[in-house]
């Protein structure tokens, strides 16, 4: 089993729901394909770090904090829009993750 297998594993076991998580993750792959988005190795780990944490919150019906909406004005509407389909993936979620999410689709962009 090679490093990343691993090191994405071991993420995903501190979702509390692994299942879960690897359906949203599976999700997110053919988004990112279709889209012709490639993230490096860290990249993906961060990403798989923030599904972990959104799978927790669905699950937990745990909110973050408000978010100001401003400092995404520089992200993409595309990066926005695939972030809001990944999080309509899971439930319990509120809006704002969107946002946060998109952040690493804009990221790999500029690879």
């Given at each position: ?8 594993s071991e993420i995903i076991?501190k979702s509390g729901n692994s299942d879960l ?91």
């Amino acid at each position: 089993m090679n490093q990343q297998i691993t090191k994405e594993s071991e993420i995903i076991a501190k979702s509390g729901n692994s299942d879960l998580c690897i359906e949203v993750l599976s999700y997110s792959k053919k988004s990112l394909e279709a889209k012709k988005i490639v993230m490096t190795e860290t990249q993906w780990l961060s990403f798989v770090s923030h599904i972990v944490g959104m799978v927790y919150r669905s699950t937990n019906m745990e909110a973050i904090p408000a978010i100001e909406k401003a400092i995404f004005n520089e992200v993409s509407q595309d990066s926005i829009e695939m972030a809001s389909d990944i999080c309509k993936q899971l439930s319990n979620l509120q809006d704002d993750e969107k946002y946060l999410l998109s952040i690493h689709f804009e990221a790999a962009k500029l690879n």
